[in-house]
T-cell receptor, first 114, second 108 residues
Framework: DAGITQSPRHKVTETGTPVTLRCHQTENHRYMYWYRQDPGHGLRLIHYSYGVKDTDKGEVSDGYSVSRSKTEDFLLTLESATSSQTSVYFC?????????????FGQGTRLTVV | DAKTTQPNSMESNEEEPVHLPCNHSTISGTDYIHWYRQLPSQGPEYVIHGLTSNVNNRMASLAIAEDRKSSTLILHRATLRDAAVYYCILRDENDMRFGAGTRLTVKP
């Protein structure tokens, strides 16, 4: 199994509080991704990173920010959590630009905003 | 906008072949076709990918139409463990976006 760890695995937080989710990899892969998964929507890309300090927005980036200060860690921050951000969040890593390489996914973080 | 179109659900009997279709009429010349699946309560896992030619691996086969506007994932003998949501994705240089996928049910 690819070395990818998400933390925490479960979190309950209150509306308006900041939340940071962490994705840690031991594979030295260049690309890292954050997705959210909601019933009826499949996985939707939030942000991705193609290198240290190189990030870009995905299709549902509003309300989220990311940071990647070192290769192994990709942080997803909800500055002020809302109930609409209750979801399961998945991190993924990929060795290169992705045309020919597979991506590996973490086990997910279940976030509940009350 | 979704780049791929898949049926919402399909059913199969155990130990029979399964053909999961995917339409991608707007595919560009550099897009690779990737398939992932997601078992219940798990993150997605890679199944197979291809560009133009048909591909085989230990999990499945991928048949790509000559015009590349559609593809089919083939599970040669479905097992109960193959029950999952299957995603067909067009990967470009930096992005990887999932559609809703096909939920495969395997009946004993």
């Amino acid at each position: 199994d690819a070395g990818i760890t998400q933390s925490p695995r479960h979190k309950v937080t209150e509306t308006g509080t900041p939340v940071t989710l962490r994705c840690h990899q031991t594979e030295n892969h260049r690309y890292m991704y954050w997705y959210r998964q909601d019933p009826g929507h499949g996985l939707r890309l939030i942000h991705y990173s193609y290198g240290v300090k190189d990030t870009d927005k995905g299709e549902v980036s509003d309300g989220y920010s990311v940071s990647r200060s070192k290769t192994e860690d990709f942080l997803l921050t909800l500055e002020s959590a809302t109930s609409s951000q209750t979801s399961v969040y998945f991190c993924a890593i990929s060795e290169s630009g992705g045309l020919v390489t597979e991506a590996f996914f973490g086990q997910g973080t279940r976030l509940t905003v009350v | 906008d979704a780049k791929t179109t898949q049926p919402n659900s399909m059913e199969s009997n155990e130990e029979e072949p399964v053909h999961l279709p995917c339409n991608h009429s707007t595919i560009s010349g550099t897009d690779y076709i990737h398939w992932y699946r997601q078992l219940p309560s798990q993150g997605p896992e890679y199944v197979i990918h291809g560009l133009t030619s048909n591909v085989n691996n230990r999990m499945a086969s991928l048949a790509i139409a000559e015009d590349r506007k559609s593809s089919t994932l083939i599970l040669h003998r479905a097992t109960l463990r193959d029950a999952a949501v299957y995603y067909c994705i067009l990967r470009d240089e930096n992005d990887m976006r999932f559609g809703a996928g096909t939920r495969l049910t395997v009946k004993p």
